[in-house]
């Protein structure tokens, strides 16, 4: 299996946890506003196979507490569970970032016990769900399946999205908070432009409309909060 990217350490991929970032290439969205968009269509070539990431975490032991597994989507490699099991069986703790769009491979996982900790983005409200992903369309009945799989799940969770001035509104999240309603963990996170972004004219959203958007969610996910806003 191709590993695309690795951060050998980090303190913030993984909450509460020392972590090590292990990047796929590939995905099935086409997000405009994608940062790592050099190893979703595969322009950024792999910089290790799977058995050179395993040399490295075995020479970790005891400095790192786990491994995200992030991409590009992981969902889309049917290699994924014994990628993550070989982690496990070194001893850490694995988190898997994803894009909901593969609710059965997180079925499995969890069925597994293979996951520890699980991020979800949400892209946008159900109608605005093939805008933002850059698909035509998305069956959005998938999304809703991974929510549910995650907030039923009894590991540790967080929902996010990746807030954008032309892509988001007030009524988006009054919609995504009905989608999330009670989910422990959700973030709004501001879009910040990447020499790597495809859409070269996105923006930011201002804080004030990042600080509206919370608080509309906030009446159905009470423990939203912002990230990464300036």
Not at 15 to 33: H, I, M, N, Q, W
Not at 125 to 141: C, H, I, Q, R, W
């Amino acid at each position: 299996m191709k590993i695309h990217g690795l951060q050998k350490m980090t303190l913030l991929d993984y909450p509460s946890k020392v972590a090590a970032t292990v990047f796929l290439g590939g995905c099935d969205f086409r997000c405009s506003y994608c940062h790592n968009f050099e190893i979703v269509d595969g322009s950024m070539a792999p910089i290790m196979d799977d058995k050179e990431l395993f040399s490295f975490l075995q020479k970790r032991k005891g400095l790192l507490d786990g491994v995200v597994v992030t991409g590009g989507e992981p969902c889309i490699y049917t290699e994924l569970p014994s990628l993550i099991s070989e982690i496990k069986g070194m001893g850490y703790l694995v988190k898997l970032d994803t894009n909901g769009n593969h609710p059965h491979v997180v079925k499995s996982l969890l069925s597994e016990n293979l996951i520890d900790y699980i991020a979800m983005d949400i892209k946008n409200s159900p109608a605005k769900y093939p805008l933002t992903s850059g698909l035509p369309t998305v069956d959005v009945n998938t999304i809703k399946e991974s929510i549910d799989l995650i907030m039923n799940s009894g590991i540790d969770y967080e929902f996010r999205t990746t807030v954008i001035h032309e892509h988001h509104n007030v009524s988006d999240f009054e919609e995504i908070g009905k989608w999330i309603e009670g989910a422990k963990a959700y973030y709004l996170q501001q879009f910040t432009d990447r020499d790597t972004v495809p859409d070269k004219t996105l923006t930011s959203p201002s804080k004030e409309d990042m600080q509206l958007f919370l608080k509309t969610v906030q009446k159905y996910v009470p423990a939203a909060a912002l990230r990464g806003v300036e």
